[in-house]
C-alpha cells in the first residue's frame, strides 16, 4: 500500500542528494525529515527528534511536494 509520504526512486535520490550535498542546512535538514517520513517513522516522532512542531513536519512535506528541494530553502524575508 502506498502511503502520502512513499517517495518514488526518482524523489528518493533527489532528496537523499540534498541530504548530502546541499549546501543550506535547513535544506539538508528538511530533506533528511521527507527521508524519515519515507522510511515510515510518524511525524509525531521526527517533530520530536529534529525539536520542531508537529505542523512544521506536515508544512515542510506540503513544501516538498509543492516545489521539490526548493521548497524546503528559507525563503526571503522582507524588511532589513
Given at each position: 500500500?502506498?502511503?502520502?509520504?512513499?517517495?518514488?526512486?526518482?524523489?528518493?535520490?533527489?532528496?537523499?542528494?540534498?541530504?548530502?550535498?546541499?549546501?543550506?542546512?535547513?535544506?539538508?535538514?528538511?530533506?533528511?525529515?521527507?527521508?524519515?517520513?519515507?522510511?515510515?517513522?510518524?511525524?509525531?516522532?521526527?517533530a520530536?527528534?529534529?525539536?520542531?512542531?508537529?505542523?512544521?513536519?506536515y508544512?515542510?512535506?506540503?513544501?516538498?511536494?509543492?516545489?521539490?528541494?526548493?521548497?524546503?530553502?528559507n525563503?526571503?524575508?522582507?524588511?532589513?
Amino acid at each position: 500500500m502506498k502511503t502520502e509520504y512513499e517517495l518514488r526512486p526518482k524523489e528518493l535520490a533527489e532528496v537523499e542528494k540534498a541530504i548530502r550535498q546541499d549546501k543550506r542546512a535547513e535544506v539538508r535538514q528538511r530533506a533528511l525529515v521527507i527521508r524519515l517520513l519515507h522510511l515510515g517513522y510518524k511525524p509525531e516522532d521526527i517533530a520530536q527528534q529534529q525539536m520542531v512542531s508537529i505542523p512544521t513536519i506536515y508544512n515542510w512535506h506540503r513544501n516538498w511536494r509543492k516545489d521539490g528541494v526548493e521548497g524546503l530553502a528559507n525563503k526571503p524575508r522582507k524588511g532589513r
